[in-house]
């Protein structure tokens, strides 16, 4: 039997996907669709965190630039306003993942990142953007009896690296969250993971770019780019052109509409569940006093919190790619998958049992085969892209957009040397053979869990090329 919620599909007559996030304030006025003939030094195309950091990276740089951000439905809509909210400092997907592929610049990346959270908090509180932005660091919890070594060589691994971690017992994982499954932890420090309320943090972040004097666009999908003499038209479905010296692209999971990025990334949808609000009663009874975001160590892992109004987000373990590229309002539900996450809350929660859930949605994640953020352009240098954070961008997307105005005002950078900005990671295979490829993966996820963590000979072959499975 389908998982009732009363989740919504529109708010106040905007789309929402079921996303709980959208229901919770104020996304302010709603901005007018692109028509006729314009022109701008620098058009963004997408207004989720990477095309909104981006449009401020720009202005705070050079007040007097003409920033114009085209959106196709409205501010947040994509994974920004439908996320987990785990604001982290990594760049690199983990620490571990960081190794795998830059093991020259993982210390630097790691350093990058926890300034690049510390510099998002302080925009967050010095514009005032309420984002119930809380900094509780995280607990990562070992659910079957290989996590608990894995977590130890963890534990090590951040040690050298200068990553502070404590290890929790299972009494002392218990203690802090108390579920019967929970068999050991990490716990890890607020300067490496904030929790937000992504949909208000994306509506602040258009008001700040605003005030700074962006020109955001709802309602103005761009159907494509056409290159000309100094400058590219940006053509938006509905009749409107702006005429942009340079182009800064972050439509993340739905970019299958610039043909040369459809390679770049697979789409996977990933799902999520909201309780209603706790009772004291019920909060009580699972402890969890330092709202701290959890997760599990399993392949196919959980991610938890609380919302400002004490309700539990669920999400995760499914991953599912729709065949086809395809990112449409059809795939925000999936019933077998809420069936599943329901099933497991409750495993983790038993003290719950009976607790409703009243959102239930999905949205698309960029993954890539390195599971971080890549860059590249098209047009001659006149377009640049970030995309590929694979399900890890809600803090490094800000960092990822002082990239992207790195490409197109500051050359000379730093940031553009590193090979974490300067290559790409390995294509993915169009249609047809990408339904089956991403399936196999996922057949071999699943069974590296069922295996005490051992990967089978898919998972081997594709660790000795480089395409790593950790989440
Ligand atoms: C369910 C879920 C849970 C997640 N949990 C976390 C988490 O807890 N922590 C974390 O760090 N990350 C998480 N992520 C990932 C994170 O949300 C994304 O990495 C991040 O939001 C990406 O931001 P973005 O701006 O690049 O993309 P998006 O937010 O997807 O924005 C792209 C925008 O481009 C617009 N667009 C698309 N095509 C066009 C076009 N042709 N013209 C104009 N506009 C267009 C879209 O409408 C959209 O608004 C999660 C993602 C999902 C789906």
Redesign the pocket.
Known sequence: MPLRHDAPDTVNGRPAGGSFWFTTGNPGPRRTPLRGRHRADVAV???????LWTALALLESDPSLRVVV????VV?????G???????SSLTHGLQNGLLHFPEEVDLLEAEGVRNLAELVSFVRSEGIDAELEETGTLDAAVAPHHVGELEAYAELADRHGVPVQLLSRDEMQAAVHSPTFLAGIRGGAERNVMVN?AKLAWGLAAAAERRGAHIHEG????GLRRRAGAVDVVVDGGGVVTASQVLV?????SA?MARLTTAFVPIY???LMTEPLTDAQRDAIGWEGREGLGDAGHQFH?SRWSADNRILW?GYDAIYHPGNAVVPAHDRRDATFETLARQFTETFPQLRGIRFSHAW?????TTTRFTVSFGEALGGRVHYA?G?T?????S?RWAAGVLRDRVLRPDSELLRLRFTNSRPMPIPPEPVRTPAVEMMRRAVIAQDANEGRGGWFVRAMDAIGIGFDS
């Open positions: 195309i997408g207004a989720g965190f990477t095309g085209l959106e196709a439905a947040g809509h994509g994974a920004s439908r996320n987990g909210g785990f604001c982290a992504p103005s999908r761009v159907t972050g439509t993340s999971a739905y509409w990933d799902y999520v991610y999400g999905g949205g698309a994640i960029d995309l954070y399900g890890l961008g809600v803090g997307s």
